[in-house]
Protein backbone atom coordinates (compact mmCIF):
# COMPACT_ATOMS: atom_id res chain seq x y z
CA UNK A 1 0.00 0.00 0.00
CA UNK A 2 2.31 2.37 1.07
CA UNK A 3 6.31 1.96 0.55
CA UNK A 4 8.50 2.86 3.15
CA UNK A 5 12.14 3.20 2.88
CA UNK A 6 13.92 1.60 5.60
CA UNK A 7 11.45 -0.42 6.30
CA UNK A 8 12.76 -2.06 9.09
CA UNK A 9 14.82 0.90 10.94
CA UNK A 10 10.93 2.19 10.75
CA UNK A 11 9.58 -0.87 12.58
CA UNK A 12 12.03 -0.66 15.16
CA UNK A 13 11.24 3.11 15.76
CA UNK A 14 7.52 2.73 15.14
CA UNK A 15 7.75 -0.19 17.93
CA UNK A 16 10.27 2.04 20.10
CA UNK A 17 7.50 4.89 20.37
CA UNK A 18 4.64 2.43 20.86
CA UNK A 19 6.31 1.02 23.59
CA UNK A 20 7.24 4.37 25.66
CA UNK A 21 3.59 4.76 24.66
CA UNK A 22 2.27 1.76 26.15
CA UNK A 23 4.33 2.21 29.47
CA UNK A 24 2.70 5.91 29.96
CA UNK A 25 -0.40 4.50 29.14
CA UNK A 26 -0.44 2.14 31.40
CA UNK A 27 0.67 4.59 34.19
CA UNK A 28 -2.28 7.02 32.89
CA UNK A 29 -4.98 4.93 33.24
CA UNK A 30 -3.60 3.53 36.93
CA UNK A 31 -3.51 6.48 38.16
CA UNK A 32 -6.55 7.53 36.39
CA UNK A 33 -8.79 4.87 38.31
CA UNK A 34 -7.18 5.34 41.58
CA UNK A 35 -8.97 8.13 41.69
CA UNK A 36 -12.32 7.71 40.48
CA UNK A 37 -12.67 4.22 42.32
CA UNK A 38 -10.14 4.08 45.34
CA UNK A 39 -8.84 0.46 45.69
CA UNK A 40 -11.18 0.06 48.46
CA UNK A 41 -13.90 0.39 46.56
CA UNK A 42 -13.25 -2.32 44.14
CA UNK A 43 -11.92 -2.01 40.59
CA UNK A 44 -15.07 -1.88 38.18
CA UNK A 45 -13.49 -2.71 34.82
CA UNK A 46 -16.44 -1.77 32.55
CA UNK A 47 -16.94 1.09 34.15
CA UNK A 48 -13.47 2.21 33.99
CA UNK A 49 -13.69 1.47 30.06
CA UNK A 50 -17.16 3.03 29.14
CA UNK A 51 -15.43 6.40 31.24
CA UNK A 52 -12.59 6.40 28.40
CA UNK A 53 -14.79 4.98 25.85
CA UNK A 54 -17.29 7.33 26.11
CA UNK A 55 -17.44 11.07 25.44
CA UNK A 56 -17.14 13.32 28.90
CA UNK A 57 -17.50 16.98 29.53
CA UNK A 58 -14.05 17.21 31.07
CA UNK A 59 -10.43 16.12 29.47
CA UNK A 60 -9.44 14.15 32.32
CA UNK A 61 -5.30 13.65 31.76
CA UNK A 62 -4.73 11.86 35.54
CA UNK A 63 -5.96 12.53 38.56
CA UNK A 64 -5.71 16.03 39.90
CA UNK A 65 -5.32 17.13 36.14
CA UNK A 66 -8.49 17.50 34.47
CA UNK A 67 -10.08 20.36 32.14
CA UNK A 68 -13.76 21.20 32.91
CA UNK A 69 -15.39 22.08 29.59
CA UNK A 70 -17.46 24.45 28.68
CA UNK A 71 -21.36 23.36 28.25
CA UNK A 72 -23.84 25.08 26.32
CA UNK A 73 -27.43 24.26 26.63
CA UNK A 74 -30.55 25.10 24.17
CA UNK A 75 -33.40 24.49 26.41
CA UNK A 76 -36.91 25.66 26.79
CA UNK A 77 -36.21 28.96 28.51
CA UNK A 78 -33.17 29.89 26.37
CA UNK A 79 -29.21 29.08 26.09
CA UNK A 80 -27.04 28.52 29.60
CA UNK A 81 -23.32 28.94 29.28
CA UNK A 82 -21.27 27.73 31.74
CA UNK A 83 -18.38 25.29 32.75
CA UNK A 84 -18.12 22.32 33.95
CA UNK A 85 -16.28 22.71 37.05
CA UNK A 86 -19.64 24.51 38.16
CA UNK A 87 -20.96 20.84 39.40
CA UNK A 88 -16.95 19.63 41.25
CA UNK A 89 -16.65 19.93 44.53
CA UNK A 90 -13.69 20.35 46.00
CA UNK A 91 -12.47 16.38 45.79
CA UNK A 92 -12.81 16.77 41.70
CA UNK A 93 -16.23 14.57 41.94
CA UNK A 94 -19.32 16.14 39.79
CA UNK A 95 -21.66 16.12 43.12
CA UNK A 96 -22.65 19.32 42.64
CA UNK A 97 -26.39 21.13 41.28
CA UNK A 98 -25.77 24.27 38.99
CA UNK A 99 -28.61 26.68 38.59
CA UNK A 100 -28.17 29.31 35.69
CA UNK A 101 -28.75 32.75 36.80
CA UNK A 102 -30.30 33.64 33.20
CA UNK A 103 -33.15 31.18 32.91
CA UNK A 104 -32.89 29.86 36.34
CA UNK A 105 -32.39 25.85 35.02
CA UNK A 106 -30.99 23.74 37.71
CA UNK A 107 -28.76 21.13 36.72
CA UNK A 108 -26.90 18.39 37.90
CA UNK A 109 -24.66 15.93 36.49
CA UNK A 110 -25.94 12.19 36.79
CA UNK A 111 -23.27 9.78 36.02
CA UNK A 112 -21.55 12.14 33.04
CA UNK A 113 -25.30 12.78 31.90
CA UNK A 114 -27.08 16.32 32.50
CA UNK A 115 -30.01 16.63 33.56
CA UNK A 116 -32.43 19.26 34.32
CA UNK A 117 -34.04 19.28 38.04
CA UNK A 118 -37.24 21.26 39.39
CA UNK A 119 -37.31 22.66 42.51
CA UNK A 120 -37.79 19.33 44.49
CA UNK A 121 -34.94 17.79 43.09
CA UNK A 122 -36.28 15.51 40.39
CA UNK A 123 -35.16 15.06 37.23
CA UNK A 124 -37.69 16.66 34.71
CA UNK A 125 -35.62 17.13 31.30
CA UNK A 126 -32.66 15.00 29.69
CA UNK A 127 -30.77 15.81 26.84
CA UNK A 128 -32.36 14.94 23.35
CA UNK A 129 -33.40 16.49 19.83
CA UNK A 130 -35.61 18.80 20.72
CA UNK A 131 -36.46 21.40 22.95
CA UNK A 132 -39.73 20.66 24.83
CA UNK A 133 -40.20 20.52 28.63
CA UNK A 134 -38.70 17.07 29.10
CA UNK A 135 -35.87 17.64 26.43
CA UNK A 136 -32.96 20.23 25.69
CA UNK A 137 -30.64 20.24 23.10
CA UNK A 138 -26.79 20.16 24.45
CA UNK A 139 -24.47 21.46 22.27
CA UNK A 140 -21.19 21.26 24.97
CA UNK A 141 -17.99 21.18 23.89
CA UNK A 142 -17.47 17.89 24.97
CA UNK A 143 -13.71 16.21 25.24
CA UNK A 144 -14.47 14.81 21.48
CA UNK A 145 -15.49 18.15 19.96
CA UNK A 146 -12.03 19.62 21.54
CA UNK A 147 -10.99 16.19 19.60
CA UNK A 148 -12.22 17.09 16.21
CA UNK A 149 -11.05 20.58 17.14
CA UNK A 150 -7.69 19.44 17.34
CA UNK A 151 -8.02 17.31 14.00
CA UNK A 152 -9.62 20.21 12.34
CA UNK A 153 -6.30 22.37 13.04
CA UNK A 154 -4.13 19.98 12.37
CA UNK A 155 -4.84 19.17 9.28
CA UNK A 156 -5.33 22.88 8.48
CA UNK A 157 -1.78 23.23 9.82
CA UNK A 158 -0.25 20.76 7.62
CA UNK A 159 -2.30 21.11 4.40
CA UNK A 160 -2.21 24.72 4.12
CA UNK A 161 1.25 24.79 5.01
CA UNK A 162 2.06 22.03 2.35
CA UNK A 163 -0.05 23.81 -0.20
CA UNK A 164 1.41 27.14 0.49
CA UNK A 165 4.79 25.04 -0.33
CA UNK A 166 3.02 24.11 -3.79
CA UNK A 167 2.03 27.30 -4.49
CA UNK A 168 5.60 28.52 -4.29
CA UNK A 169 6.63 26.07 -6.45
CA UNK A 170 8.35 23.50 -4.16
CA UNK A 171 7.19 20.10 -4.88
CA UNK A 172 5.61 21.69 -8.51
CA UNK A 173 8.95 22.38 -10.20
CA UNK A 174 11.13 20.66 -7.77
CA UNK A 175 10.76 17.65 -5.27
CA UNK A 176 8.81 17.68 -2.59
CA UNK A 177 10.21 18.19 0.61
CA UNK A 178 9.56 18.61 4.61
CA UNK A 179 6.07 17.70 5.27
CA UNK A 180 4.71 17.59 1.85
CA UNK A 181 7.14 14.59 1.05
CA UNK A 182 5.33 12.65 4.02
CA UNK A 183 1.61 13.83 2.47
CA UNK A 184 2.03 13.63 -1.17
CA UNK A 185 2.36 9.79 -1.03
CA UNK A 186 -1.09 9.56 0.85
CA UNK A 187 -2.62 11.79 -1.49
CA UNK A 188 -1.09 10.19 -4.11
CA UNK A 189 -2.43 7.32 -2.84
CA UNK A 190 -5.86 8.14 -2.63
CA UNK A 191 -6.00 9.73 -5.94
CA UNK A 192 -4.38 6.38 -7.65
CA UNK A 193 -5.33 3.68 -5.38
CA UNK A 194 -9.02 5.04 -4.07
CA UNK A 195 -10.40 7.43 -6.16
CA UNK A 196 -9.26 6.81 -9.73
CA UNK A 197 -9.99 3.01 -9.84
CA UNK A 198 -13.36 3.68 -7.92
CA UNK A 199 -15.07 6.18 -9.68
CA UNK A 200 -13.49 6.73 -13.17
CA UNK A 201 -12.68 9.76 -15.06
CA UNK A 202 -14.87 11.91 -13.17
CA UNK A 203 -12.94 11.19 -9.75
CA UNK A 204 -11.46 14.69 -9.54
CA UNK A 205 -15.11 16.44 -8.38
CA UNK A 206 -14.50 13.66 -5.57
CA UNK A 207 -10.85 14.16 -4.57
CA UNK A 208 -11.48 17.25 -1.80
CA UNK A 209 -14.54 15.15 -0.05
CA UNK A 210 -12.17 11.76 -0.31
CA UNK A 211 -9.13 13.24 1.08
CA UNK A 212 -11.10 15.46 3.37
CA UNK A 213 -13.12 12.36 4.66
CA UNK A 214 -9.86 10.30 4.84
CA UNK A 215 -7.31 12.48 6.79
CA UNK A 216 -10.19 13.49 9.17
CA UNK A 217 -10.40 9.67 10.38
CA UNK A 218 -6.88 8.77 10.13
CA UNK A 219 -5.67 11.57 12.58
CA UNK A 220 -8.97 11.46 14.40
CA UNK A 221 -7.80 7.21 15.08
CA UNK A 222 -4.34 8.35 16.01
CA UNK A 223 -5.58 11.09 18.20
CA UNK A 224 -7.36 8.34 19.96
CA UNK A 225 -3.75 6.18 20.23
CA UNK A 226 -2.33 8.94 21.85
CA UNK A 227 -2.11 8.78 25.48
CA UNK A 228 -2.27 11.48 28.23
CA UNK A 229 -4.21 13.77 25.82
CA UNK A 230 -7.61 12.72 27.78
CA UNK A 231 -8.38 9.48 26.13
CA UNK A 232 -10.24 10.67 22.97
CA UNK A 233 -12.69 8.54 20.95
CA UNK A 234 -13.34 10.37 18.38
CA UNK A 235 -14.04 8.18 15.41
CA UNK A 236 -14.91 5.40 17.77
CA UNK A 237 -18.38 7.49 18.71
CA UNK A 238 -20.99 7.07 16.33
CA UNK A 239 -22.31 10.64 16.42
CA UNK A 240 -19.10 11.58 14.22
CA UNK A 241 -19.25 8.36 12.31
CA UNK A 242 -22.89 8.85 11.96
CA UNK A 243 -22.26 12.46 10.16
CA UNK A 244 -19.06 11.05 7.58
CA UNK A 245 -21.31 8.19 6.68
CA UNK A 246 -24.62 10.45 6.17
CA UNK A 247 -22.10 12.55 4.08
CA UNK A 248 -20.88 10.26 2.01
CA UNK A 249 -24.61 8.96 1.59
CA UNK A 250 -25.88 13.04 0.51
CA UNK A 251 -22.84 13.34 -1.90
CA UNK A 252 -23.68 9.99 -3.21
CA UNK A 253 -27.74 10.97 -3.81
CA UNK A 254 -26.55 14.28 -4.81
CA UNK A 255 -24.10 12.83 -7.57
CA UNK A 256 -26.41 10.08 -8.83
CA UNK A 257 -27.38 10.30 -12.73
CA UNK A 258 -30.06 9.10 -14.24
CA UNK A 259 -28.54 5.16 -14.98
CA UNK A 260 -28.18 5.64 -11.30
CA UNK A 261 -31.66 6.57 -10.08
CA UNK A 262 -33.30 3.78 -12.93
CA UNK A 263 -30.85 0.99 -11.47
CA UNK A 264 -32.73 1.36 -8.42
CA UNK A 265 -36.75 2.14 -10.21
CA UNK A 266 -35.95 -0.48 -12.70
CA UNK A 267 -33.10 -3.02 -12.27
CA UNK A 268 -32.26 -4.16 -15.68
CA UNK A 269 -33.01 -7.71 -16.39
CA UNK A 270 -36.04 -7.72 -13.13
CA UNK A 271 -39.52 -8.74 -14.56
CA UNK A 272 -42.46 -6.15 -14.39
CA UNK A 273 -44.45 -7.96 -11.71
CA UNK A 274 -41.17 -8.52 -9.40
CA UNK A 275 -40.82 -4.65 -9.04
CA UNK A 276 -42.99 -3.85 -6.40
CA UNK A 277 -41.01 -6.37 -4.03
CA UNK A 278 -37.49 -4.78 -5.85
CA UNK A 279 -38.01 -1.44 -5.05
CA UNK A 280 -38.00 -2.02 -1.13
CA UNK A 281 -34.76 -3.88 -1.92
CA UNK A 282 -33.17 -1.39 -3.47
CA UNK A 283 -34.20 1.60 -1.23
CA UNK A 284 -33.15 -1.08 1.97
CA UNK A 285 -29.69 -1.40 -0.46
CA UNK A 286 -29.15 2.63 -0.70
CA UNK A 287 -29.79 3.43 2.94
CA UNK A 288 -27.70 0.26 4.59
CA UNK A 289 -24.53 1.34 3.04
CA UNK A 290 -24.12 4.84 5.16
CA UNK A 291 -25.10 2.59 8.04
CA UNK A 292 -22.82 -0.04 7.56
CA UNK A 293 -19.96 2.40 6.81
CA UNK A 294 -21.33 4.38 10.48
CA UNK A 295 -21.21 0.94 12.13
CA UNK A 296 -17.68 -0.33 10.59
CA UNK A 297 -16.02 3.16 11.85
CA UNK A 298 -17.66 3.20 15.15
CA UNK A 299 -17.42 -0.68 15.95
CA UNK A 300 -13.62 -0.99 14.82
CA UNK A 301 -11.62 2.08 16.80
CA UNK A 302 -14.34 1.32 19.77
CA UNK A 303 -13.12 -2.36 19.92
CA UNK A 304 -9.40 -1.63 19.92
CA UNK A 305 -10.15 1.06 22.70
CA UNK A 306 -12.20 -1.63 24.58
CA UNK A 307 -9.29 -4.31 24.02
CA UNK A 308 -6.46 -2.27 24.86
CA UNK A 309 -8.09 -1.12 28.14
CA UNK A 310 -8.97 -4.60 29.31
CA UNK A 311 -5.61 -5.46 28.64
CA UNK A 312 -4.43 -2.90 31.49
CA UNK A 313 -7.66 -3.62 33.93
CA UNK A 314 -7.16 -7.35 33.99
CA UNK A 315 -4.01 -6.00 36.26
CA UNK A 316 -6.09 -4.19 38.47
CA UNK A 317 -8.57 -7.21 38.69
CA UNK A 318 -5.93 -9.52 39.57
CA UNK A 319 -4.89 -6.80 41.91
CA UNK A 320 -8.05 -6.61 43.82
CA UNK A 321 -8.31 -10.21 43.94
CA UNK A 322 -4.83 -11.67 44.23
CA UNK A 323 -3.18 -9.32 45.51
CA UNK A 324 0.11 -6.81 44.30
CA UNK A 325 2.30 -10.10 43.82
CA UNK A 326 -0.22 -11.62 41.19
CA UNK A 327 -0.75 -8.06 39.69
CA UNK A 328 2.85 -7.55 38.47
CA UNK A 329 3.52 -10.88 37.02
CA UNK A 330 -0.34 -10.45 34.98
CA UNK A 331 1.19 -7.49 34.35
CA UNK A 332 4.21 -8.11 31.93
CA UNK A 333 1.39 -10.41 29.74
CA UNK A 334 -1.14 -7.49 29.41
CA UNK A 335 1.67 -5.11 28.49
CA UNK A 336 2.62 -7.36 25.50
CA UNK A 337 -0.70 -7.73 24.56
CA UNK A 338 -1.20 -4.26 24.65
CA UNK A 339 2.41 -3.61 22.59
CA UNK A 340 0.45 -5.82 20.18
CA UNK A 341 -2.90 -4.24 20.33
CA UNK A 342 -1.42 -0.73 20.30
CA UNK A 343 0.52 -1.73 16.81
CA UNK A 344 -2.38 -3.39 15.21
CA UNK A 345 -4.69 -0.04 16.26
CA UNK A 346 -1.73 1.90 14.27
CA UNK A 347 -2.53 -0.65 11.20
CA UNK A 348 -6.29 -0.16 11.80
CA UNK A 349 -6.03 3.15 12.27
CA UNK A 350 -4.83 3.45 8.96
CA UNK A 351 -6.94 0.64 7.22
CA UNK A 352 -10.42 2.03 8.66
CA UNK A 353 -9.42 5.37 7.21
CA UNK A 354 -8.93 3.63 3.84
CA UNK A 355 -11.38 1.20 3.83
CA UNK A 356 -14.26 4.11 4.41
CA UNK A 357 -12.78 6.55 2.21
CA UNK A 358 -12.56 3.67 -0.27
CA UNK A 359 -16.36 2.36 0.06
CA UNK A 360 -17.37 6.10 -0.15
CA UNK A 361 -15.28 6.27 -3.38
CA UNK A 362 -17.01 3.04 -4.61
CA UNK A 363 -20.49 4.84 -3.84
CA UNK A 364 -19.72 7.10 -5.11
CA UNK A 365 -18.13 5.65 -8.81
CA UNK A 366 -21.86 3.68 -8.76
CA UNK A 367 -23.56 6.94 -8.46
CA UNK A 368 -21.89 8.14 -11.54
CA UNK A 369 -21.31 5.12 -13.70
CA UNK A 370 -22.02 5.64 -17.40
CA UNK A 371 -24.65 3.02 -17.70
CA UNK A 372 -24.96 1.89 -21.37
CA UNK B 1 -27.11 2.20 25.62
CA UNK B 2 -24.83 5.24 25.63
CA UNK B 3 -22.30 4.00 23.27
CA UNK B 4 -24.89 3.57 20.53
CA UNK B 5 -26.88 6.93 20.85
CA UNK B 6 -25.63 9.36 18.88
CA UNK B 7 -25.61 13.31 20.89
CA UNK B 8 -26.63 16.22 19.47
CA UNK B 9 -24.06 17.97 20.42
CA UNK B 10 -21.27 16.10 18.92
CA UNK B 11 -23.45 15.37 15.71
CA UNK B 12 -24.04 19.54 15.25
CA UNK B 13 -19.69 20.08 15.99
CA UNK B 14 -18.99 17.14 13.72
CA UNK B 15 -20.98 18.23 11.17
CA UNK B 16 -19.92 22.15 11.17
CA UNK B 17 -15.91 20.94 11.35
CA UNK B 18 -16.21 18.36 8.46
CA UNK B 19 -17.94 21.12 6.03
CA UNK B 20 -15.12 23.70 7.01
CA UNK B 21 -12.53 21.58 6.88
CA UNK B 22 -13.96 20.06 3.19
CA UNK B 23 -14.75 23.44 2.27
CA UNK B 24 -11.82 25.46 3.44
CA UNK B 25 -9.23 22.58 2.77
CA UNK B 26 -11.12 22.08 -0.79
CA UNK B 27 -10.39 26.06 -2.17
CA UNK B 28 -7.03 26.39 -0.45
CA UNK B 29 -5.25 23.05 -0.05
CA UNK B 30 -6.53 19.96 -1.73
CA UNK B 31 -6.93 22.27 -5.21
CA UNK B 32 -3.96 23.43 -4.85
CA UNK B 33 -1.80 20.76 -4.08
CA UNK B 34 -3.85 18.38 -6.74
CA UNK B 35 -3.04 21.19 -9.46
CA UNK B 36 0.58 21.74 -8.32
CA UNK B 37 1.07 17.67 -8.03
CA UNK B 38 -0.84 17.27 -11.59
CA UNK B 39 1.25 20.21 -13.02
CA UNK B 40 4.74 18.15 -12.17
CA UNK B 41 3.69 14.95 -13.39
CA UNK B 42 2.41 16.94 -16.35
CA UNK B 43 6.09 18.38 -16.72
CA UNK B 44 7.93 15.39 -16.17
CA UNK B 45 5.56 13.45 -19.04
CA UNK B 46 6.43 16.04 -21.07
CA UNK B 47 10.06 16.05 -20.34
CA UNK B 48 10.07 12.55 -20.75
CA UNK B 49 8.47 12.82 -24.29
CA UNK B 50 10.60 15.28 -24.95
CA UNK B 51 14.12 13.93 -24.24
CA UNK B 52 12.54 10.88 -26.29
CA UNK B 53 12.10 13.34 -29.24
CA UNK B 54 15.56 14.25 -28.56
CA UNK B 55 16.67 11.04 -28.70
CA UNK B 56 15.01 10.18 -31.83
CA UNK B 57 16.56 13.57 -33.70
CA UNK B 58 19.48 12.55 -32.71
CA UNK B 59 19.22 8.81 -33.84
CA UNK B 60 17.94 10.67 -36.98
CA UNK B 61 20.73 13.44 -37.58
CA UNK B 62 23.27 10.12 -36.91
CA UNK B 63 21.73 8.43 -39.64
CA UNK B 64 21.61 11.40 -41.96
CA UNK B 65 25.45 11.99 -41.31
CA UNK B 66 26.39 8.14 -41.85
CA UNK B 67 24.43 8.89 -45.00
CA UNK B 68 25.99 12.15 -45.62
CA UNK B 69 29.47 10.38 -44.84
CA UNK B 70 29.05 7.76 -47.04
CA UNK B 71 27.85 9.91 -50.06
CA UNK B 72 30.90 12.14 -49.75
CA UNK B 73 32.94 8.99 -49.64
CA UNK B 74 31.37 7.30 -52.72
CA UNK B 75 32.33 10.79 -54.43
CA UNK B 76 35.44 11.08 -53.16
CA UNK B 77 36.39 7.85 -54.45
CA UNK B 78 34.71 8.65 -57.87
CA UNK B 79 36.79 11.43 -58.11
CA UNK B 80 39.79 9.62 -57.60
CA UNK B 81 38.94 6.78 -60.29
CA UNK B 82 37.93 9.78 -63.05
CA UNK B 83 41.51 11.68 -61.86
CA UNK B 84 43.04 8.41 -62.83
CA UNK B 85 41.59 7.68 -65.35
CA UNK B 86 42.17 10.94 -66.56
CA UNK B 87 45.98 10.74 -65.81
CA UNK B 88 46.22 7.63 -67.60
CA UNK B 89 44.52 8.96 -70.90
CA UNK B 90 46.35 12.21 -71.12
CA UNK B 91 49.80 10.17 -70.19
CA UNK B 92 48.84 7.59 -73.08
CA UNK B 93 47.85 10.52 -75.64
CA UNK B 94 51.10 12.00 -74.95
CA UNK B 95 53.21 9.09 -75.25
CA UNK B 96 51.08 8.65 -78.53
CA UNK B 97 51.62 11.97 -79.61
CA UNK B 98 55.46 11.73 -78.78
CA UNK B 99 55.74 8.69 -81.08
CA UNK B 100 54.17 10.32 -83.67
CA UNK B 101 56.34 13.70 -83.41
CA UNK B 102 59.34 11.41 -83.40
CA UNK B 103 58.33 9.69 -86.60
CA UNK B 104 57.46 12.27 -88.37
CA UNK B 105 60.71 14.16 -87.24
CA UNK B 106 62.52 11.18 -88.58
CA UNK B 107 60.52 10.93 -91.53
CA UNK B 108 61.92 14.74 -92.13
CA UNK B 109 65.24 14.15 -91.20
CA UNK B 110 65.26 11.04 -94.16
CA UNK B 111 63.33 13.05 -96.30
CA UNK B 112 66.14 15.91 -95.76
CA UNK B 113 69.01 13.04 -95.97
CA UNK B 114 67.61 11.94 -98.97
CA UNK B 115 67.83 15.18 -100.78
CA UNK B 116 70.75 16.37 -99.73
CA UNK B 117 72.48 12.94 -101.18
CA UNK B 118 70.31 13.33 -104.55
CA UNK B 119 71.86 17.15 -104.31
CA UNK B 120 74.93 16.09 -103.66
CA UNK B 121 74.82 13.13 -105.90
CA UNK B 122 73.97 15.90 -108.56
CA UNK B 123 76.53 17.75 -107.34
CA UNK B 124 79.21 14.73 -107.60
CA UNK B 125 78.37 14.41 -111.32
CA UNK B 126 78.96 17.75 -111.96
CA UNK B 127 82.36 17.54 -110.28
CA UNK B 128 83.03 14.12 -112.35
CA UNK B 129 82.13 16.24 -115.72
CA UNK B 130 84.10 18.85 -114.65
CA UNK B 131 86.87 16.38 -113.60
CA UNK B 132 86.55 14.29 -116.50
CA UNK B 133 86.79 17.58 -118.87
CA UNK B 134 90.02 18.71 -117.38
CA UNK B 135 91.48 15.37 -117.69
CA UNK B 136 90.50 14.73 -120.94
CA UNK B 137 91.77 18.33 -121.77
CA UNK B 138 95.33 17.42 -119.75
CA UNK B 139 95.13 13.76 -121.72
CA UNK B 140 94.75 16.05 -124.92
CA UNK B 141 97.59 18.28 -124.16
CA UNK B 142 100.00 15.72 -123.83
CA UNK B 143 99.22 15.09 -127.39
CA UNK B 144 98.71 11.69 -126.07
CA UNK B 145 102.20 10.14 -126.71
CA UNK B 146 102.48 6.71 -124.97
CA UNK B 147 99.50 4.81 -123.62
CA UNK B 148 101.91 4.58 -120.49
CA UNK B 149 102.19 8.40 -120.51
CA UNK B 150 98.14 8.51 -121.04
CA UNK B 151 97.61 6.69 -118.29
CA UNK B 152 100.10 8.14 -115.88
CA UNK B 153 98.25 11.77 -116.95
CA UNK B 154 94.92 10.38 -115.64
CA UNK B 155 96.63 8.90 -112.31
CA UNK B 156 97.94 11.73 -111.88
CA UNK B 157 94.98 14.05 -112.90
CA UNK B 158 93.06 12.04 -110.55
CA UNK B 159 95.24 12.48 -107.47
CA UNK B 160 95.14 16.24 -108.08
CA UNK B 161 91.52 16.22 -108.20
CA UNK B 162 90.64 16.49 -104.43
CA UNK B 163 86.57 16.15 -103.38
CA UNK B 164 85.95 18.73 -100.96
Known amino acids: ?372 | MDLVTPGFGLVFWTTLSFLIIIFLLGKFAWSPILKAIKEREDTIQLAIESAEKAKEEMRKLKDSNDALLQAAREERDKLMKEARDTKDQIISEAKTKAKEEAEKIVTASREEIRNEKAKAIIELKDKVAEISFEIAEKVLSEKLSSSDKQSDTVKRALSEIRFN
Not at chain 1, 79 to 87: A, E, L, P, R
Not at chain 1, 175 to 185: D, H, I
Not at chain 1, 242 to 268: D, E, R, Y
Open chain 1, 1 to 372: MLEFRGFKSKIQRIFFVLIVQLFVVSAGFASDHNDSTSVSEGFNAGEMIMHHVLDANEIHIFDGLSFPLPILLYTANGFDVFSYGQFLDAHHHPTLDYTSPSTGNTYRSNHGHLVQLNESGEEIAHSGWGVNDHSFVDFSITKNVVGIFIVLIVMFLVFLSSAKAYSKGIGRTSAPKGVQSFLEPMILFIRDEVARPSIGKKYERFMPFLLSIFFFIWIGNILGLIPFIGGLNITGNIAVTLVLATLTFIVTIFSGNKGFWMHIVQPPGVPAWLLPIMWPIEIIGVISKPIVLTLRLFANITAGHIIILSFTGLIFIFYNSSGAGVAYGVSVGSVLFSVFMLSLELLVAFLQAYVFTLLSAIYFGQAVEDHH
